[in-house]
């Protein structure tokens, strides 16, 4: 049981599926799982990954997910492992401080799944998804600024960026424009309302995903700080594995694929190659990760047919070397950033 991620364009081909772990059997491969081994599941979500991790005895998880929703359908998964399931309310940016308070360290491996969950995209109230009538919500943990705080509040320069650079977005000049203007009318509440808007700016074609995909993804990443998150959580996972141990990373679109890796070619020294003509040049800095076989790991045939939302999916996998940690250097830090000087599209 777990969670199926991905964008709108999956939902409309496939429907909705629930509880669906993606790539599960490539995870706990990268995982190299061992008996009695300590794992990290930083998007617990409906338990999927934690629950495969669990049938190798001895095997303890923490697990963390910033969805209230998702902590409370999992305490009966925690009673019935009894007491190798430690399931925590938090963002898995701060894994290293919620394992710390556990006492936890030393990690075997370590796991995220990326993005939005099957359960957030078809639950209508709480506003992911414009294929149902609900709030503009698209808040993970149920508080803080919301997709209609920043619609109906933010500049139209901040609109057409988020729209552009985390939704990749080329025509978000002219619809930051009309959001902009049309809420001086009527602020926007419901999916419906925005989806409604983008279609008549951005007429759809019949071969073409729903105009509204690509603006409603930039405006989830910005609610929920994704990019950044993920950033952290990597820098986090560095922090807690022990040498040997291992990290694998499930991605659903390009912007989430490209920060993994990145991070793992800074970390293992595949990145800016050294000039052997230019002499003077800094030293590289100290590998923390070794790559693993060919990535991405993509899902099959079998699969992607049971599973549409598994076709974006792609699985990343590094082992940690005795390096120390590097924490979030400035070249990680900027994984995340907006650009400084930005070209807003159309």
Known sequence: MKRGRGVETSLAAGGPARHIPVLLNEVLDALHMRENGLYLDGTFGAGGYTQAILATPGTRVLALDRDPDAIAAG????????????????????????AQRLGLSDFDGATFDIGVSSMQLDEAARGFSFRFEGPLDMRMEQAGRSAADIVNTAGEEEIADILYHYGEERASRRIARAIVHDREIKPYTTTRELAELISRIIP??????????RSFQGLRIAVNDELGELVKALAGAETLLAPGGHLAVVSFHSLEDRIVKQ???LRSGKGKARSRLLPGEPVP???????????PVTAGHAETTQNPRSRSARLRAAVRTDVAALGIDPALAALASLP???NKGR
């Open 75 to 98: 305490q009966e998964m925690v009673a019935q492992y009894g007491g190798r399931l430690m399931l925590e309310h938090a963002r898995f940016s701060t894994c290293v401080e919620v």
């Open 285 to 295: 800095p100290p590998t923390t990760f070794m790559l693993e076989g060919r990535q």
């Open 263 to 265: 991070f793992f070619a």
């Open 340 to 342: 400084a000087q930005s």
């Open 204 to 213: 759809a074609r019949p071969q073409d995903i729903h105009p509204a995909t």
